[in-house]
């Protein structure tokens, strides 16, 4: 709870459904006090009906691709605070992003295209100085609060898009989530789901989430893996799974 992830995506890798599917898993478990929210920004109005049609229990934002940059941003703006005031309720609140790129070009043609980017300036990418500060401090906002609730943020983020914009909004997320989840198309291509390079993948500081035991036995499996090409090593690792009912029986399970 309070973590902040990062689903790095290149285009056609699996994302969208990805995320889809983990809505799906947390609405499942029918906690009482788990808030599931899905925020959609700039995204296909096919997938916005779609993530209705599938998650009739969650609290949907979403604004489609036919809006204004400044639509976007205040919809996320909303969407966060509403978390907040959730969170200062005692609800541990889950919010899933797609996307924090989307997001972020968003902030930057609000800024750039209007008087207030005047004397600014740009950073690498085409991206106006300053114009990422609010992203950042909307992504920040998931922490794990002692007196009250929980925010936990997943977003994804685009790369390989042959956009220079994007590459640097990506390297200025990089590294201020607590876990990434990488995506590689090359493992997509072979249909393997989750098309995940478990290699690049990762959460910060595991040894405080994890049990010794537990931890000890996932450095077994990735040792075992590590000799395999990424999209082997994922089959690999599906196939193991797939033997149990859930990851913590499987855990049990392995020697060592």
Do not use: W
């Amino acid at each position: 709870r309070g973590q902040r992830g990062l689903i790095v995506s290149p285009p056609r890798s699996g994302k969208t459904t990805l995320l889809l599917h983990m809505a799906q898993a947390v609405q499942d478990r029918h906690e009482e006090h788990l808030h599931l929210i899905v925020l959609l920004v700039d995204e296909r109005p096919e997938e916005v009906t779609e993530f209705r049609r599938q998650l009739p229990e969650a609290e949907i934002y979403a604004s489609s691709n036919d809006e204004s940059p400044r639509n976007h941003c205040r919809l996320a703006e909303l969407c966060i605070e509403r978390a907040k005031r959730l969170v200062e309720d005692g609800q541990h609140v889950f919010i899933l992003m797609d996307s924090i790129t989307r997001l972020a070009r968003a902030y930057n043609n609000n800024v750039g295209g209007g008087k207030k980017s005047r004397g600014r300036g740009y950073q690498s990418g085409g991206i106006v100085a300053g114009a990422l500060e609010m992203p950042r401090r909307l992504f920040a906002a998931a922490r794990n609060t002692r007196e009250a609730g929980s925010l936990t943020i997943i977003a994804t983020a685009l790369i390989q898009t042959n956009s220079k914009a994007d590459e640097a909004i990506f390297q200025e997320f990089k590294g201020t989530g607590n876990m990434e989840l990488v995506l590689d198309r090359r493992i997509a291509e072979q249909y393997v789901y989750p098309a995940a390079d478990i290699f690049k993948s990762g959460t910060r500081r595991e040894e405080l989430i994890l049990p010794e035991m537990s931890l000890k036995k996932i450095y077994m499996v990735r040792r075992g893996l590590a000799g395999h090409k990424p999209v082997e090593a994922m089959e690999r690792l599906l196939f193991f799974m797939r033997k149990f009912p859930s990851n913590a029986q499987m855990l049990l399970e392995i020697k060592g």
